[in-house]
């Protein structure tokens, strides 16, 4: 031991340094404790960051299944919104006009435009609407909630198309009002 320093200890071969932790308890402290992080840290760091990016990428990004079900949840919900709103005040029918990217609830007691892009109806950014059996791109209601028209005629239909190609048809039956759901494509 040297007595200058009492934490340097010198054999013949090499110089050491002993740092002293809790009393009675000391290390050596040589040059491998400073060299950094082992192979074995750095590999399993970067397993742990990779599996928690893959997890938590694809929640961020819109699926067209995802966007699908939202944008046609919302229709569904405000189509029975507009169907409520006729019933309650007949003498001032509510009615949905469309547009390629979303729609807008005329004649309701809270008027309602929803678009799907960003600045919309973001969950369902990208959905594209393409009608069938609709007059003048608007659905009208009568006083039973049913589409205003031939009841047997054929049902308006709303394609809503993801960014993916993915299909969901909603269909208005024209009698009752009641909405069905069907999927097109993969």
């Known amino acids: ?3 200058n320093c009492p934490n340097v200890v010198t054999t013949s071969s090499r110089t050491e340094v002993i740092t002293l932790h809790a009393p009675g308890v000391a290390r050596r402290v040589g040059a491998r404790a400073c060299r950094g992080f082992t192979f074995v840290e750095l ?5 742990i960051v990779t599996s928690i990016a893959a997890l ?3 929640y961020f990004m819109p ?4 966007a699908l079900c939202a944008a046609a949840d919302r229709l569904s ?6 169907q409520a709103c006729t019933i309650a005040d007949p003498t001032n029918p509510a009615r949905i006009q469309f ?3 979303g729609y807008t609830l005329v004649n309701v007691d809270t008027p309602v435009s929803v678009t799907f ?3 919309g109806f973001s969950e369902a950014r990208g959905v594209t609407l393409q009608l069938a059996n609709v007059c003048e791109n608007e659905v009208r209601f009568n006083h039973y909630g049913a589409v205003e028209g031939d009841p047997v005629g054929p049902a308006p239909t709303i394609a809503l198309t993801a960014i993916d190609g993915r299909q969901l048809e909603l269909r208005i039956h ?3 009002g009641a909405i069905s759901r069907n999927w097109i494509g993969p």
């Open 77 to 82: 919900s405000d189509i029975g919104y507009a």
């Open 63 to 66: 699926t067209g299944h995802g």
């Open 43 to 47: 590999v399993l760091v970067c397993v």
């Open 174 to 176: 024209p009698s009752t």
């Open 117 to 119: 892009t960003q600045a």
């Open 1 to 3: 031991m040297n007595v």
């Open 99 to 101: 547009t390629d990217t």
């Open 56 to 58: 938590a990428i694809p």
